[in-house]
C-alpha cells in the first residue's frame, strides 16, 4: 500500500488536461484537426522553458498551453528569420500553426466534465501601429482573438487590459501590467482559467496540520490532507507519482510528482522532458494513501531570457513583424513577454489560472527621464499665441513679489 506524503521539499505539480498528449503519445497522427499534435508539442516546450526557470527552492508554476498560444499567436505576425527562430525553439517549425491552434483551443474550449475556458485578445493603439488586415483576420478566426483598440497614452488602457485578464481568469490575477511604455505598439494576450472537483473529494474532518519541509531543511505546518484511494500511481527509486482524476468523466488529471526520500526536486526536475513525464504518468490503478498540503502559490516572471536561452533571439532585436503590422515609431520587435499563473487546492478540488502577455514595441528615441523644475531663483517668462507664433510678453523676474489668494 503506497503513501504519498509531501513531507519533502515542494513537489512538482503538473496540471495534465484530458486531451493533452506527450511526446511518446503523439504517434504518427499529424493532422491538422488531431489536437494531440499541438498538445505533445506544448508540452515538451512548457517542459523546456521550466528547465531554464526552474530555481532551486522557489516555486514554479506556469501554463505551457497559455505561453505556447500567445507566442505561436504572435508568430504569425513574423517572417523570415524571425519567424523561423520563434518556430524551431517552441518545436513546431513543421505545423501549420492557424489549423492546429484551432483544432487545439476548439477541444479545450469544449470540456464539459469541469470548467475550462482559453481566451486570447489582440490590443493595439492606432496612432502607434496599423496592424495587417491578413494577421488580424488569422488572430480573429484561428486564435479566436478579440482585437480592440486603446489610447495607449492614456493611464486607463492599463486597467482596460488587466480588467480584461481578471474576468478571463475567475479574478485570480488581477494586475498583469504596471504600466505602458512609451513604445509599447501592441499586446497578445492569453488567459486560461481551469476549475474542476475531485473525482473522489477529501474528507475536510481528516486534514490535519502537519510540517513540511523546504528544500533547506526548515519546516512549516500546513494543512495535510488525506484520504485512501485506487487512483494512477507510478514509483521508482528516485520518486514516486500519484494522478487524481477531476470529475465523474475524468477527463482531466493532476500529478503530483514526489522525490523519494533523501532525492532533490532539482535533481528530478533536471532534464525532465515530455517523454520521461509520459513515463512518470502511466495510468497504472493501485490502492494507497495519499497525502497532500491544502495549499496555493503564485508565481509571476518575465520570460525573455529563458527565451533567448532556448533560441529565440531575434524576435527580441532586429525582428522581422512586417507581417504585423508598421509603425511611425520604427521596426517592431517583441519587447516583453509576461507570465503569471496561480494554483489553489483543497479538499473539493483545484483551481489554476494563467495569463500571458506579449509586448510588442517599436524602436524609438529613448525616453527623456522625468524632470524637476523649481523657479527658486531669478527666470526668464514668455506668452506666445501658438497659432500666429506671436510673442505676447516676455521678461526677466529676479525679484517677484509674492501674490496673495
Known sequence: MPMLRFAAAAASLVLLLGCAATGAQEGA????????????????????LMGKLHKEGENLFLSPLSISTALQMTAGGARGETRDEMLKA?????????????ALLDALNSRKDFKLSVANSLWSDKARVTLQDEFVGECRDFFGAEVRTLNFSDKSSVKVINDWIAGKTNQKIKDMLDAIPHDAVSYLVNAVHFKGGWAHQFNKASTKEA????????TKKLPMMSQWEDVPYNESADWQAVGLYFGEERQAIMWFILPAKGKKLSDLMAGLDADRFSAM???NSRGGTIESPRFKVRYKAGLVDALKALGMKRCFGEADFSRFGTSPLGPIYIGRVLHEAVLEVNEQ?????????????????????PFTFRADRPFAVAIVDRASGSLLFAGAIYDPEALKD
Open 211 to 218: 510540517d513540511f519541509t523546504r528544500a533547506d531543511g526548515s
Open 29 to 48: 497522427a499529424r493532422g491538422e484537426g488531431d489536437p494531440k499534435v499541438l498538445a505533445a508539442r506544448n508540452n515538451q516546450f512548457g517542459l523546456n
Open 349 to 369: 478540488g483545484a483551481e489554476a489560472a494563467a495569463a500571458t502577455v506579449v509586448e510588442m514595441r517599436a524602436e524609438s528615441a529613448p525616453a527623456d527621464p
Open 281 to 283: 504518468t502511466r495510468l
Open 90 to 102: 517552441m518545436g513546431v517549425s513543421d505545423l501549420k500553426l492557424p489549423s492546429h491552434n484551432k
